[in-house]
């Protein structure tokens, strides 16, 4: 008789969470600062997943904002918010969902401390981007699979 065969327990561990990439341009600097208006913000979320080893996936959120004053641009923040995920045992059906709301969730609080943080360093009022809900742009994404380019997340302030 042989021995059943032992099921892996699934796990889903975080292995760090790091600042990938970070740019600021303020274009027009130091005339930018003189002008009292409120700007018009443009925030745009990107997400991307890649298995780089054996049971680790790094997953990004890029976020880029930009204030502008009608065609003039008085900043543009862009940030990319990594983390490090150790993943086994899970089914590979269920897999991109995980990459795809589960990790996102969990970076994204990184996220906004990165792009208020750099914004207020900048010397311009803090930025926080509202709370997302990745579930739903997951679910957008897989409605949305067959048109060309990569998972993109558009919002207007």
């Known amino acids: 008789m042989s021995e059943p065969q032992q099921q892996q327990a699934a796990t889903f561990q975080i292995e760090k969470i790091y600042v990938k990439d970070l740019s600021l341009e303020i274009p027009h600097a130091p005339r930018v600062f003189l002008e009292q208006v409120q700007p018009n913000l443009e925030v745009r979320i990107d997400t991307a997943s890649g298995n780089f080893a054996e049971g680790y996936h790094e997953v990004t959120v890029t976020a880029t904002v930009t204030a502008k004053l009608g065609e003039k641009t008085l900043f543009l923040v862009e940030v990319v918010q990594a983390g ?15 990459l795809g709301i589960a990790c996102p969730a969990a970076i994204f609080p990184y996220l906004r401390e990165s792009v208020s943080d750099t914004i207020v360093r ?15 742009l997951y679910m957008q994404r897989m409605q949305e699979q067959g048109q060309a380019g990569g998972p993109r997340i558009e919002v207007a302030r």
């Open 84 to 98: 490090i995920f150790a993943i086994r045992g899970v089914p590979p059906e269920e897999l991109p969902a995980l």
């Open 122 to 136: 900048a010397g311009f009022p803090s930025v926080l981007l509202a709370p997302l809900s990745f579930e739903t």
